[in-house]
């Protein structure tokens, strides 16, 4: 989804563009030959913080309007990919321990302060850190029950805690997780195909989806 960027756009717009393409998914689908019963939402990095937040909108009733929009498709993913993401997006120097070099510090401001402008989390930001969404959610919480993630990340990213706490937050949700670290590796490394622990991600990761989609029930043809 070519959704628009921060600085220019700051948050929600890139939601709202989500929100937006999963509504003409809905009204398009079966005209295209696909199977809503079937859908992933994938997303590396910043993708993998929309796709986290995304899945919340189209669980639960919420205030915003892009989450309305998304929630009243009654589209819900089969599975979620959140690979090596920024899932919280407030409060960047919680991640400046496992950070080494200055520029990383830097670039880890750059992005809190393009995508909320510098503004304080408020209630009308809360879906920019889908993480702490389901962090303080209650099992039961969600109308629609969340799907089941997969999630991969290196072991020298500096967003590898985020991960870490998504797999926490969704197994006391009693949420299918699967969280794998791939030690020594950077962030984004699944792109580096020609890496052999890339290979290895990517294998396990269309094999989770593989098993998820068997059980998934197909619409009649």
Known sequence: ?????????????????????????????????????????????????????????????????????AFATGLMPEVVLPLCGILQVSQPQRLFPATTTPWMRQRLLAVSEGYLGGAPPTAARELADPLCVLEAARPGAFERPLPAFYASVGGRDPLADD???????????GVPSTAELYRGEPHAFQALLWRPQAQLAWRSMLGFCASHLARAPSSPP
């Open 1 to 69: 989804i070519d959704y628009r960027l921060a600085p220019a756009s700051p948050f929600p717009a890139a939601l709202e563009d989500c929100a937006d393409a999963l509504s003409w998914i809905g009204e398009n689908i079966e005209r295209l030959g696909g199977d809503p019963h079937r859908l992933i939402f994938a997303g590396e990095s910043a993708g993998a913080n929309l796709v986290t937040a995304l899945t919340v909108a189209c669980a639960q009733r919420r205030p915003e309007a892009f989450a309305q929009r």
């Open 163 to 173: 991960t870490r706490r998504l797999h926490r937050a969704l197994r006391r949700l």
